[in-house]
């Protein structure tokens, strides 16, 4: 490698180690981390190994975060969350939100097409999430694959579960008040990156059992979860004395 070549290298790679966070130890595995099949003789020299054990990693500290955050959820719950989070479709978004498409040492014929594979678009976010697990270890990989996901699995519990009550409630009050819900605000907690929110549904006047939650959608959601449930005389799944389990007090 030329003497112009390894500072260009070097400066791709501190670009790289800017946008995602994280400092390697040694750029070996940042390297592999981004070269594709297209771009080697030997498909052995490419990162599809590390895609195969970022892929595994990746499903791991999901499903961790899933089975903490959400304690009242069934396996089958917790199993269609983290399909549509771990999707290619999810990693894809991700990476693109990261520029690692920039970083890919593609083959020429790849490269000269301006529109990469979504399936490779998604494939470097697994590499990557093996690259920083083989040089710092699970730490490190938990910490970057949570800052990636967070928003993926508020946003992804949300739509597929969440809406299910706020469209069951909304339904109830037209049907029954010819209205739709209001939502208050009733209390917030925790520092500013770690807040969560107390939120009551209403429904002509009616105000039923609050919840918290980890974000203002989340909370609302919980609470027309509340409502569904004394509407139909079952117990409210959440009680407005319970924090979620991971805030923060104030």
């Excluded at 594979?117 to 999430?129: D, G, R, W, Y």
């Excluded at 579960?161 to 208050?184: C, D, I, V, W």
């Amino acid at each position: 490698m030329s003497n112009d070549s390894e500072i260009a290298e070097s400066t791709r790679l501190d670009a790289c180690q800017k946008q995602i966070g994280y400092k390697f130890r040694d750029l070996k595995w940042l390297q592999a981390a981004f070269i594709h099949a297209s771009g080697v003789s030997h498909r052995l020299a490419s990162n599809e190994r590390m895609e195969f054990l970022g892929d595994a990693i990746l499903g791991f500290i999901v499903c961790e975060q899933l089975y903490t955050l959400y304690p009242e959820y069934l396996e089958g719950e917790l199993t269609k969350v983290k399909s549509v989070v771990v999707s290619r479709d999810t990693c894809a978004r991700i990476s693109e939100k990261l520029g690692l498409p920039e970083f890919l040492v593609l083959g020429k014929g790849m490269a000269s097409d301006p529109k990469i594979p979504k399936s490779v678009v998604s494939a470097v976010l697994e590499s990557l999430i093996a690259a920083i697990y083989l040089d710092g270890g699970i730490d490190p990989a938990r910490d970057f694959i949570l800052r990636s996901v967070e928003t993926e699995i508020e946003q992804t519990v949300s739509g597929e579960f969440g809406k299910n009550y706020k469209s069951q409630l909304q339904q109830f009050a037209q049907r029954e008040h010819g209205m739709t819900p209001g939502y208050h605000l009733l209390d917030e907690k925790g520092p500013d990156h770690s807040k969560c929110f107390k939120v009551a549904a209403t429904v002509a006047e009616q105000r039923f059992a609050p919840a918290w939650g980890r974000s203002k959608k989340e909370s609302e959601q919980r609470a027309a979860h509340n409502a569904i449930n004394q509407i139909h005389g079952d117990p409210v799944p959440y009680p407005s004395e319970e924090l979620p389990l991971d805030a923060e007090e104030g």
